[in-house]
């Protein structure tokens, strides 16, 4: 875990324990602590430090391999019916009885390897498995991190209509009531009254279903960190806040050492490179050492054993000679899989630097696309206000304001719609760029 990582980690060990937290039972969270707490607790980062736990242990069980080997044996048996020979020393024909009615043993042995070329070459395979499965954690924590930054920043565009639609039904509430009691005056015309009924009603819908959203958006938010759903969770930054972040003109520098896939490649070339290391290994001796020992107990009276050991030493080789072509054959596969690993890298190269020319552009025109909407809704927004302006005082039809504010919230939804686009063209620029 970086330094970052356990600084907001501390962050929110502090407010979970502070006396407010405990009042108001209710964890808040900025967009970094939900990104950090989500690659700590979040399943799938779980999952993967697991895997990491997985990969050592099988490192363990490689060495294990070239270490002692101890294993030990004891049996009891009593012969119901033992096999007879028959032999004739010129007295006629003699049966003997081949064994004893009882005969037990207890024994062990020990084998060493001494050398196997694959021996070796799997111990330095099962650490590179470790490399392969950090790797994969730190690709698990990019996709937690940018999962959790988007549903992060609609849960602010949920609150965001959340406001904009309450006060959109409010401002609508009173204008009605003031239509209504010039109607009951004989001052408006019941279509009046039914028009600005209908956009209270809209607005209602409008302010409905963005709560809506954010309960959705939210309880999204907690499984992608990890966090209890059944838990109150707040989130601190709002939609400005998210967007300051999102730099104009970035730099479009790309270390690719530095990308986690461009890694993960080099680390699985690593990986074949060793096993064609292994094909060839498999053709060198393999010699290894044996000692054991057996204490046997035997007789046809358990009271009248005869006791007896035994114990052997020495060394067993063994010399591939050969194996009609088929090593040869597996070792040319192996190879050509390294080729094709070379290809694969010369095209991630390639991959890397369109994605990053695709994510600039994107980020470029997402942001053209933000400032028009941006624009668009100031100028909704004045329209409206003017319009309502006149409608109260009677310089304007009730249709001619319902047109208006039509405007107004489709230019909200449109802001907010290229709000989203561009915040997460952001993110998608910072993973090509192995900023994330």
């Known amino acids: 875990m970086n330094t970052k990582i356990k600084l907001l980690l501390v962050s929110l060990a502090l407010c979970l324990c502070s006396p407010n937290y405990a009042q108001q039972d209710t964890l808040e969270v900025t ?15 779980i999952n993967a430090e697991h895997d990491i736990e997985i990969a050592r242990k099988k490192v363990n069980e490689t060495i294990a391999i070239g270490l002692p080997q101890i294993a030990g044996n004891a049996s009891f048996n009593k012969n119901l019916l033992l096999q007879e020979i028959v032999a004739d020393f010129g007295n006629g024909p003699q049966r003997f009885k081949l064994g004893s009615d009882y005969n037990s043993s207890i ?27 950090q790797n994969a954690k730190e690709k698990t924590h990019i996709e937690i991190k940018q999962a959790v930054a988007e ?10 209509n959340i406001r904009d639609f309450k006060k959109s039904m409010e401002t609508n509430q009173q204008t009605y009531d003031e239509t209504k009691a ?14 600005i ?61 530095s990308h986690i896939d461009y890694r993960s490649l080099l680390t699985q070339t690593d990986i074949q490179r060793l096993d064609i290391k292994n094909q060839k290994a498999q053709a060198l001796p393999r010699l290894s050492a ?12 358990l009271s009248n054993l005869v006791n007896t050991n035994g114990a052997v030493v020495g060394l067993t080789l063994s010399v591939p ?36 020319l695709i994510a600039k552009t994107n980020l470029a025109n997402g942001n053209a696309q933000y400032n028009n909407a941006q624009e668009a809704l100031e100028i909704a927004t004045r329209i409206y206000d ?50 994330l």
Do not use: C
């Open 290 to 301: 044996f000692a054991s020992y057996d204490y046997v107990m035997l007789g046809d009276d």
């Open 386 to 435: 003017k319009g309502l302006l006149k409608f109260k005082n009677g310089m304007a039809s009730s249709l001619e304001l319902s047109q208006n504010e039509n405007k107004m919230v489709e230019a909200i939804i449109t802001l907010r719609s290229a709000s989203t686009n561009y915040f997460n063209m952001y993110l998608n620029f910072k993973k090509a760029t192995a900023q």
């Open 31 to 45: 967009l970094n602590q939900a990104m950090a707490y989500a690659t700590e607790f979040g399943y799938q980062s």
């Open 107 to 133: 024994g062990g042995r020990v084998d060493q390897l001494l050398f196997d070329g694959s021996y070796l070459v799997g111990l330095q395979a099962s650490k590179v498995y470790v490399q392969l499965s």
């Open 182 to 195: 010039y109607f009951d005056n004989g001052l408006k015309d019941d279509t009046d009254v039914d028009q």
């Open 321 to 356: 000679i050969f194996s009609s072509g088929q090593r040869s054959a597996q070792l040319k596969q192996k190879k050509l899989t390294l080729t094709k690993l070379n290809v694969d890298k010369l095209m991630l190269e390639q991959s890397l630097e369109r994605d990053l």
């Open 197 to 257: 009924k209908l956009m209270v009603n809209e607005s209602n819908r409008l302010y409905l279903e963005a709560k809506r959203q954010q309960t959705v958006t939210m309880a999204i938010l907690k499984f992608s960190m990890g966090y209890d759903i059944d838990k109150p969770l707040k989130i601190s930054d709002n939609i400005d806040e998210l967007l300051s972040i999102v730099t104009l003109n970035p730099s479009a520098d790309m270390d690719l050492q």
């Open 151 to 160: 549903v992060y920043f609609l849960a602010s565009i949920a609150d965001e």
